[in-house]
């Protein structure tokens, strides 16, 4: 079966304009993740969508980053006024949702390669 | 907010030589989660343990979890090229099931 896609896998752009990336959970997965993984910083939550809702926001580093998940599926992270430190990969990840379960596995995507020029 | 610290932060060995890598926080785990990196890709979970003293073998992989859930350790018998990669520790945090906090791993390089 087909596993998390994100697209594109790289993407340059120029410091102020704006980005969209692109995430395809595994099918029926209701969770949904984006973390950022910058050079010796290791992984940083930034999102966790239940269906379309999304009950944590948290690790949102400012209010030029926005996502947003339709139809319980597909899922976009939004990056406005782009600056180089948000230089980064982007990684998704989904999961089925299994109340009670300790530790909960996520699948993750092979990420998006962000660089602000 | 609960840190966890991996070490070593690098690990380069050769083809048939034995590692141990750690991940340690100061506060109790509810669970710890193992993954692996390989260049391009996304983690890819290893082991999830959940109980004190716990130890799980995968292959040439043993994961341990300490006694009082603070710590954890990977054990790699035998190491080979394709062991290469980024191993993580993870967390859930917050009280939550869902949300993961990562260590920033050991990089691992076994050559041949």
């Known amino acids: 079966g087909a596993g998390v896609s994100q697209s594109p896998s790289n993407k340059v752009t120029e410091k102020g304009k704006d980005v969209e990336l692109r995430c395809d959970p595994i099918?029926?997965?209701?969770?949904l993740y984006w973390y950022r993984q910058s050079l010796g910083q290791g992984l940083e939550f930034l999102i966790y969508f239940q269906g379309n809702s999304a009950p944590d926001k948290s690790g949102l580093p400012s209010d030029r980053f926005s996502a947003e998940r339709t139809g319980g599926s597909v899922s976009t992270l939004t990056i406005q006024r782009t600056q180089q430190e948000d230089s980064a990969v982007y990684l998704c990840?989904?999961?089925?949702?299994?109340?009670?379960?300790?530790?909960?596995?996520?699948?993750f995507g092979p990420g998006t390669r962000l660089t602000v020029l | 907010t609960q840190l966890l610290e991996q070490s070593p932060q690098f690990l380069s060995i050769q083809e048939g030589e034995n590692l141990t890598v750690y991940c340690n926080s100061s506060?109790?785990?509810?669970?710890l989660q193992w993954y692996r990196q390989e260049p391009g890709e996304g983690p890819v979970l290893l082991v999830t343990?959940?109980?004190?003293?716990e130890v799980k073998k995968l292959k040439r992989l043993t994961f341990q979890f300490g006694d009082a859930r603070k710590d954890s350790s990977l054990h790699i018998t035998a190491a080979q090229p394709g062991d290469t990669g980024l191993y993580l520790c993870a967390q859930n945090s917050g009280g939550s099931n869902y949300k993961l906090t990562f260590g920033k791993g050991t990089l691992l390089t076994v050559n041949p």
């Open positions: 990840a989904s999961s089925p949702t299994r109340r009670g379960v300790v530790g909960n596995e996520q699948f």
């Open positions: 343990v959940v109980t004190g003293g």
């Open positions: 506060s109790v785990f509810s669970s």
């Open positions: 099918s029926g997965h209701t969770a």
